[in-house]
């Protein structure tokens, strides 16, 4: 008895403190159909504030120093510089035509972005404001994805297959690698060693050696009572300790805990409607997934592997950055 | 080629020539009908603008991986001779063939020994009977076929709960064969066609001084004292009166089928599952938006690049294996990949449901299952085919 009250009291102890180092946490989600960036205090588990935004604002990121937000508003053809303090939008930038995704340079000083209507990544210089040049890559361009030393940018292209490795002096493409249908988002381990590359319409994740470009693993996933042409994986995020991988599986409503060591999927966690993208807490415990069906973002206790609350959004909400 | 990696080692890319690989757009230069709406725009060029744009999509893919692919074009005049141009496409070993042929065409090429070992894709012709009776194993059907479109409306109408149908044709085959998937559906999903009319007058001109009357009062007369109906289905693939229908006919009743909420493999409204980018690229291409052929085109193309990619090879022999087999799966903006019925080598696809401007539902409906793939309740399933091919 004694015992059990024991271990109450430590579990108890255990999620406060999940809790209280998650706190004044605060994420942005992009809502692309509503135009908006909802703002949510994962203290008060609430949205606490709308900010309107360019059209069909999909992936966004934060500045290294955390003050900025950037927005690819993807019909509005331009990114959006979102000033965190005063929640307004104090700049645009050039990006060429629909972009949907990109990544930071790790010296914060350079986006690269995905055009995904014509076929190119576009370097843009961050300090000038200007773009710095175009590299030419396959049919839709969209997950970004940049290597820990900085050397090697990764874009994946929906139609063409393709995970394309790129020499970030040279900003050339050194090598491709075929993956299944529509590739959607990249991600390395943080060691550098392994690039995961979702493939939205193969319903699986390729691990990719970063040294070799060889296929380590195509990850499959199979759920009970889900059919599995609705399997499929879009946003990735990997755990800072390099152990544990979250795969996004859209319209399967799932969020997919795979070992990274052993490459097998451990877990399915039951989240809201077609859930796109994942973005951890600066302390790792919690994970947000946005759900885009649903209109909510899932938070995720990652020690637990437990959904522990839902918290309504704005109109689709596709991108989520946490600061 | 040598290419550096960040780490400073060499890549050594693929040496030697690329690999070419010519696709044949076969069609024939037969009038067809004009969109009854004057608003709509007459496209000369349909079907080969979306064969174009995914040639090009395949060549920016092939770039990566030295194939190159061509697009050869070739228009044989009204009831020309297909079999010197199959000779010829043989001798030249172009044999990956997009055949924009109507049924009696397509079945004409397809049993020239020429072709035997080709691959034709069919993006024209809709006939239920070249995929229940006279599968070809040379032959593989992009563009669905009318059976599959007609499930993928009644599946709505059930939904709806729509059960009591009114059925009105044209004189034609097609409207005749549109209205026969339209009679079959109604069984499958026990709704009633509480009537059938035939609209027997002959295709006007578009352009009338004065036409807005006329056509008032034949459409009021065509649909005056109908039992009690939910919907008015009409099959008019001639584009003799279709359009005319809603907001005319005598009782306020929803116009379906070939007009009004129609069954579409493709349309200009859609835009989820990455649709945008494929509308926006092809209007850029071409100046208008993308149809159903055009769309059909596309898949057609898509499909020959994918089998070339992850076989590194244009032999048509180790296409077909590859196309046919478990592995081929077309990402087509339809938000589930596409493969081929291996009984019917019958694309499985989603059928989108439209309105002229509005994007209302995708077929198969959730409530539709099936043991395969819920994409096999659209249309005839293997036991409703005599077609066993590939087993």
């Given at each position: 008895m004694l015992q059990r009250k024991w271990m109450a009291l430590s579990v108890a102890l255990a999620c406060s403190t999940a809790l209280d180092q998650a706190r004044a946490a605060t994420a942005y989600v992009s809502n692309e159909k509503g135009n908006t960036i909802s703002v949510v205090d994962l203290d008060k588990m609430e949205t606490v504030a709308t900010v309107p935004v360019g059209e069909r604002p999909r992936g966004i990121t934060l500045s290294h120093d955390k003050k900025l937000l950037y927005i690819c508003t993807s019909d509005a053809d331009h990114i959006e510089v979102l000033?965190?303090?005063?929640?307004?939008?104090?700049r645009t930038l050039p990006s060429g035509p629909d972009p949907e995704l990109f990544v930071l340079s790790r010296d914060g000083s350079t986006l690269y972005i995905a055009n995904e209507d014509n076929n190119f990544v576009t370097v843009l210089d961050l300090t000038q404001g200007v773009v710095a040049t175009e590299i030419p890559v396959g049919v839709e361009p969209e997950g970004m994805a940049i290597s820990p030393d900085n050397k090697v940018l990764i874009n994946t292209s929906e139609t063409t297959n393709m995970a394309h490795f790129i020499n970030t002096e040279t900003l050339e493409i050194f090598d491709n690698v075929l993956v299944d249908s529509r590739p959607r988002y990249a991600e390395f381990t943080p060691d550098g060693k392994e690039v995961w590359v979702s493939s939205e319409i193969g319903g699986t994740v390729s691990v990719i050696d970063a040294g070799s470009r060889e296929i380590l693993k195509k990850i499959g996933f199979e759920i009970q009572g889900v059919r599995a042409d609705t399997i499929q994986p879009v946003g990735v995020r990997i755990t800072p300790d390099g152990k544990t991988a979250f795969v996004a599986l859209g319209p399967a409503n799932r969020v997919a805990v795979i070992d990274v060591a052993s490459r097998e999927v451990q877990d399915y966690l039951l989240v809201g409607q077609r859930v796109w993208q994942l973005d951890f807490t600066p302390d790792a415990k919690l994970l947000l997934s946005t759900n885009g069906e649903s209109n909510d973002i899932s938070v995720i206790d990652v020690a637990e592997r437990k959904v522990i609350k839902s918290i309504p959004v704005g109109e689709l909400p596709w991108g989520v950055a946490i600061r | 080629m040598l290419i550096l990696a960040p780490d400073g080692s060499v890549v050594v890319a693929a040496e030697g020539d690329p690999l070419h690989v010519p696709i044949v757009y076969l069609g024939e230069a037969v009038p067809e009908p004009l969109p009854l709406s004057l608003v709509e725009p007459v496209a000369t060029d349909k079907g080969i603008a979306g064969a174009k744009l995914a040639i090009g999509d395949n060549n920016t893919t092939g770039q990566f991986l030295k194939q190159e692919f061509e697009l050869i074009e070739k228009i044989v005049p009204e009831g020309g001779d297909l079999k010197t141009a199959a000779a010829g496409l043989s001798d030249a070993g172009q044999t990956l063939i997009v055949a924009d042929l109507a049924a009696p065409r397509l079945r004409e090429l397809a049993n020239l020994p020429e072709m035997r070992n080709a691959i034709i894709l069919n993006i024209r012709a809709e006939d239920d009977e070249l995929r229940t009776s006279?599968?070809?194993?040379?032959v593989f059907h992009v563009i669905p076929s009318r059976a599959m479109k007609a499930d993928a409306l009644g599946q709505w109408l059930v939904r709806k709960q729509w059960m009591r149908w009114v059925l009105i044709y044209g004189v034609n085959e097609p409207d005749k064969a549109f209205a026969e998937a339209i009679r079959r559906a109604a069984k499958r999903y026990r709704a009633e066609i509480v009537e059938e009319r035939a609209y027997e007058f002959k295709a006007g001109s578009r352009?009338?001084?004065?036409g807005e009357q006329q056509v008032r009062e034949q459409m009021t007369l065509l649909t005056?004292?109908?039992?009690?109906?939910?919907v008015l289905i009409v099959a008019d693939e001639s584009e003799v009166f279709g359009d005319y229908l809603p907001y005319r006919n005598w009782d306020a009743r929803p116009v379906v089928g070939t007009s009004g909420l129609v069954p579409t493999s493709w349309h200009r409204s859609q835009e989820q599952w990455g649709g945008t980018q494929l509308q926006r690229r092809f209007t850029r291409a071409s100046n208008r938006w993308m149809l159903e052929r055009d769309y059909a085109a596309w898949e057609a193309v898509r499909t020959i690049g994918e089998a070339v990619t992850r076989t590194s090879s244009g032999d048509p022999a180790a296409l077909r294996d590859y196309i046919i087999s478990d592995s081929f799966e077309l990402a087509a903006f339809k938000g589930k990949p596409l493969t081929f019925r291996k009984w019917d080598q019958q694309l499985r696809q989603p059928i989108l449901l439209a309105t002229p401007l509005m994007l209302v539902s995708v077929s198969p409906q959730e409530e539709f299952l099936h043991q395969r793939t819920p994409l096999d309740s659209l249309g005839h399933d293997e036991p409703d085919s005599t077609c066993r091919l590939n087993q």
């Open positions: 000033d965190l303090e005063s929640l307004e939008v104090i | 006279e599968c070809k194993p040379n352009r009338t001084d004065t005056q004292r109908l039992p009690e109906h939910d």
